[in-house]
């Protein structure tokens, strides 16, 4: 456990120190335009933003799987995510690049 917990720090300390301050910026906005309205709230069980407990065990699976799920969609035990999130006009890298973002805020 103490190593996959290791892993998943690195994980997000990568991330966090790996984005620049206008592609967090970029980022930021791309989440607040497309993304706030479910993972602010957990609607259809979306992890909610910052949520360590929600977003550990997906962080742990990998960014290919979480990119993934993100942009071709996933349904789960907790919940639904459309491809996108809804908004196909986004491209893959957008995507990532919010996908990066949500991850780098988990606390």
């Known amino acids: 456990m103490r190593d996959s917990l290791t892993i998943i720090i ?4 990568s991330i966090v120190f790996g984005l620049s301050n206008a592609c967090a910026s970029e980022a930021s906005d ?6 706030s309205a479910c993972h602010n709230l957990g609607v259809a069980g979306a ?3 910052a949520d360590p407990d ?3 065990p997906r962080v742990a699976q990998g960014n ?9 969609g996933f349904t789960g035990e907790n919940g639904s995510m459309p491809p996108k999130g809804g908004f196909v006009e986004l491209s ?5 690049t919010i996908v990066e973002y949500m991850v780098s805020r988990v606390n």
């Not at 791309?30 to 993304?35: G, I």
């Not at 893959?92 to 990532?96: H, M, N, P, V």
């Open 10 to 13: 690195a994980a997000v300390t």
């Open 30 to 35: 791309l989440y607040d335009a497309h993304c």
């Open 47 to 49: 992890p909610k933003i």
């Open 54 to 56: 929600a977003w550990n």
């Open 64 to 72: 290919k799987v979480l990119y993934d799920h993100a942009i071709n």
């Open 92 to 96: 893959d890298e957008q995507i990532k």
